[in-house]
């Protein structure tokens, strides 16, 4: 299938996080993929939300249903922001709005330091405890999957992503221009961007949707796998 056209079946696309592929979404593609065409971009090259928004819009069919986590949430908005008419639905998971904040640089950087300086495998280990749920046991191949997906990636990648959330637009006030079904979605134990700021954005939002995930960190998708997906069947259905 060329890119932008589809089955006739409907599209729904899958936008990933920071340093995530499409492992970070195979519970979502397992459940839905008999019924959708699955998108699923990679936004490994770009230094920019808008322009990995503008790849989301290009690999896109005509019309087609939006789901975005953590950074995908944002680039998300983007795309909604960009182009409203061509998102039939939306749903934002463990993500945010507000722009980067002035200790952010630092912080981020000194990741990008560490892959460069002792590589990705270095970098999991510390960036992706803080990510999932505190009890999540460490050795468990749900670790061992992220882990890997890390391992995937590069220092570049890592930079180009980082570079894009820190230049980042504004997001606050795309919510209230929202007008398609809408599902935001959180884990309860999301100590990146907790259930607080979900509560918020989805206030914002005429008619959404705010579902909060048990026992659950910021790897919603793959840490409580039916929970996601079941808030997005019905998300789905409405």
């Known amino acids: 299938m060329a890119k932008g056209e589809s089955s006739g079946r409907p599209a729904l696309c899958l936008v990933p996080g920071l340093l995530c592929d499409a492992h970070v979404w195979g519970p979502q593609r397992a459940a839905f993929g008999g019924d959708y065409d699955i998108h ?6 770009f230094r920019t939300i808008e322009a990995m928004a503008e790849h989301v819009l290009a690999q896109a069919p005509a019309r087609f249903a939006l789901c975005g986590h953590s950074m995908g949430g944002r680039v998300a908005l983007e795309v909604i922001r960009r182009a409203p008419e061509r998102v039939a639905r939306l749903a934002l998971l463990d993500t945010g709005t507000h722009p980067a904040q002035p200790d952010e640089r630092a912080k981020r950087m000194a990741l990008v330091e560490l892959a460069r300086s002792k590589g990705m495998a270095a970098l999991a ?9 505190p009890g999540l046991p460490r050795d468990g191949a749900l670790m061992r999957g992220l882990r890997d997906m ?89």
């Open 125 to 133: 280990d510390i960036w992706l405890p803080p990510m999932v749920h």
């Open 150 to 238: 890390v391992g995937r990636m590069t220092p570049d990648i890592f930079e180009n992503q980082q570079t894009a959330l820190l230049t980042r637009p504004d997001a606050r006030p795309v919510p209230a221009t929202i007008r398609c079904p809408t599902l935001v979605g959180v884990g309860r134990q999301d100590g990146w961007s907790p259930p607080a700021r979900h509560e918020e954005i989805a206030a914002a939002i005429a008619g959404a949707t705010l579902a909060i995930f048990e026992d659950c960190g910021h790897m919603a998708p793959l840490e409580a796998p039916d929970a996601v997906s079941a808030a997005l069947g019905a998300w789905l259905a409405a």
């Open 40 to 45: 699923i971009p990679e936004l490994f090259t």
